[in-house]
């Protein structure tokens, strides 16, 4: 009987010592996050905030705005400084604006991010994990779970997820990484606040989101983006 009491005890002690497999660990932020069912049936958002870059002659702080409906939709405007993005996807175009006043057809490498964008962006994680090629694996660095998978777009990304909240903390791939921070509740899921893109440890971006709204139509992106549409129309 002791023997068969210490051996029940090893055997639950090694259980709970066990790590969860990557795809528990990812299952298990998107519940955190409010479910993969609440977050596939997104139909659209638009994000509103401020943005600092960080560059060679120092930082720059302007707008942050992106509007997205699925998975059709994707915009993006940036203005900080030096820095002037207007670009996205509808109607099947890819349009790239060096100023409000001229848009062209985007780069067939920027029409490709676009079209990954309007499928993925916010939810990324519900795509992703299917596209891992090789068996990730999962380790326990105090607090947080990390993962390394390969996937087959991407390559070789690690992710980190915190143990207190559950959450998607960092990706990383190469040497670029982006924390995601600061994560509210929206309309039955949670959505990261705040946005910390670095390249080597250095930041580059830092996004800080005042407005998060959902949306149905492209007519709801707002005038930012008018000459966009306008440019998908003709």
Not at 34 to 61: D, N, W
Not at 119 to 126: F, H, Q, S, W
Not at 193 to 221: T, Y
Request: hydrophobic share 40%.
């Amino acid at each position: 009987m002791v023997h068969s009491w210490f051996l029940v005890a090893a055997v639950l002690a090694c259980a709970c010592a066990s790590s969860p497999t990557p795809q528990s660990i990812v299952s298990s932020a998107l519940n955190r996050q409010g479910g993969e069912l609440q977050i596939s049936r997104l139909t659209g958002l638009k994000r509103v905030g401020t943005m600092v870059a960080f560059g060679p002659h120092g930082r720059s702080e302007g707008t942050y705005e992106t509007c997205v409906i699925y998975p059709s939709v994707a915009m993006v405007s940036i203005s900080a400084g030096s820095i002037f993005v207007l670009e996205g996807l509808c109607k099947g175009k890819s349009i790239s604006c060096p100023e409000p006043s001229f848009c062209t057809p985007a780069s067939p490498e920027k029409a490709e991010e676009l079209a990954k964008t309007a499928t993925e962006a916010n939810r990324e994680l519900l795509f992703e994990r299917s596209r891992w090629s090789w068996a990730a694996t999962a380790e326990d660095n105090t607090d947080f779970w990390t993962i390394r998978a390969s996937d087959t777009r991407e390559g070789v990304v690690v992710y980190r997820f915190s143990k207190t909240t559950g959450l998607l903390a960092s990706k990383s791939r190469g040497e670029r990484s982006r924390e995601y921070l600061d994560w509210r509740p929206l309309g039955g899921i949670r959505l990261p606040f705040e946005l910390v893109d670095e390249v080597e440890g250095r930041p580059v971006f830092h996004i800080k989101l005042a407005r998060v709204s959902m949306l149905n139509d492209i007519s709801d992106c707002g005038p930012t983006f008018a000459p966009i549409v306008a440019a998908c129309q003709a």
